[in-house]
């Protein structure tokens, strides 16, 4: 979703694949990290590239980095935007967490992203400049709406207020105008990702027009988890509508069906 978000905006990055290019008309070339060098020719690398919980070993997040990181130093390239998590911080509450909040990630995925972010601080001495993402959400990434594609009823966890959840998203359009806004810059060594607003999980289900009704909220749900994003939004120009459930839905079904 982001390279076609790339490609709408008339951007042409080099994507990397591992031995089957993506089905785009933009620069593209094999590499694996760790196992060739880089031409040097790169500005700016940006890694997207780890394991989630449940899809393979979560230490190869430190290994990926490492191994990016690395080619990166060797190619001379100055400038290294790298995936991290909300997941972080653990588990939040009513406050909007900001970079500078203590980390007290509750799963291993959180903790295989603190440890990620320790291996980014050790290239930094070297004079990479290495901005760990906390990304929040990211609409057609997500568990909600992907269920919601696929049609079945799905339920939304309901508090005693009689709310849903709250999360920190981003449209992937938005998100890809959001990195490439940041190549180049004088950047952090960490960003909270994701739009300036929270967004309900209700309003982001109607939105996509799902199936879905409430459920009581488990003891070990949690009602709010959002970022502040006034450190992103010093680096790039939202709009109001970027940080709404519509837009963000639009957002992933023109870039999720395009050709």
């Known amino acids: 979703m982001l390279a076609r978000g790339w490609a709408r905006d008339g951007l042409r990055p080099v994507l990397q ?34 394991v989630v919980p449940g899809k393979g070993d979560l230490a190869d997040n430190s290994r990926i980095a490492e191994a990016c990181l690395t080619a990166a130093q060797a190619a001379g390239i100055g400038q290294v935007l790298i995936a991290s998590s909300s997941a972080v911080y653990g588990s939040g509450g009513a406050a909007q967490l900001r970079e500078g909040d203590a980390l007290q990630p509750v799963n291993d ?41 696929t049609g079945q009823a799905m339920r939304i966890d309901q508090f005693a207020d009689g709310a849903g959840p709250q999360r920190s998203y981003i449209g992937p359009q938005t998100m890809a105008r959001v990195l490439a806004g940041l190549v180049g810059r004088d950047l952090p060594d960490v960003l909270n990702l ?34 502040d994003c006034s450190r992103l939004s010093g680096l790039h120009a939202f709009t109001p509508t970027d940080s709404t459930a519509q837009a963000m839905v639009a957002e992933w079904r023109s870039l999720r069906d395009a050709p």
């Open 194 to 227: 994701a739009a300036p607003e929270p967004v309900a999980m209700a309003d982001l289900a109607d939105a996509a027009g799902a199936d879905w009704a409430w459920q009581p909220a488990p003891q070990t749900a949690y009602q709010t988890i959002t970022l």
């Open 17 to 50: 694949h591992r031995g089957k290019a993506l089905p785009l008309d933009l620069p593209q070339f094999a590499w694996v990290p760790g196992q060739a060098a880089l031409p040097p020719h790169f500005q700016t690398m940006i890694v997207l590239a780890g």
């Open 109 to 149: 995925y959180g903790r295989a992203k603190v440890a990620m972010e320790a291996t980014c601080a050790n290239f930094r001495a070297a004079g990479i400049q290495v901005c760990a993402l906390r990304i929040g959400n990211v609409a057609g990434a997500d568990a909600l709406l992907l269920n919601a594609a």
